[in-house]
């Protein structure tokens, strides 16, 4: 369960910085990231492989989320509890005197 959990919150945040980077008119942070990427893959091929990694990762947490709704087993915290069994006989209680009327 808690890696589920850590892989999730890994990918979200990944997910999160790609997008972050991305402008879709070229400026923006994609210009400014290592300086030197875009020197040497050019900016369209940039901008292709955040677009990639931005659909790849939302379907790794989509993924992840669906695997860990099937694969964490369920609580079995209070709301599943058995309820104990209730005594169906009610206490024995000390017999109460009749009324005393007053004679006449």
Do not use: H, Y
């Not at 999730?8 to 402008?23: H, K, P, R, S």
């Not at 087993?73 to 206490?91: D, L």
């Amino acid at each position: 369960m808690i890696l589920f959990v850590i892989l999730i919150i890994l990918a979200c945040v990944i997910l999160g910085l790609i997008i972050l980077v991305q402008n879709p008119k070229g400026g923006g942070l994609a210009g400014n990231v290592g300086g030197f990427s875009n020197q040497l893959m050019g900016v369209k091929q940039t901008t292709d492989v955040l677009e990639k990694g931005t659909w790849a990762l939302a379907i790794v947490v989509g993924l992840l989320c669906l695997f860990s709704a099937v694969f964490v087993p369920k609580a079995s915290g209070s709301s599943q509890r058995i309820p104990e069994k209730v005594n169906a006989t009610a206490p024995i209680s000390a017999p109460t005197p009749a009324p005393v009327t007053p004679a006449k």
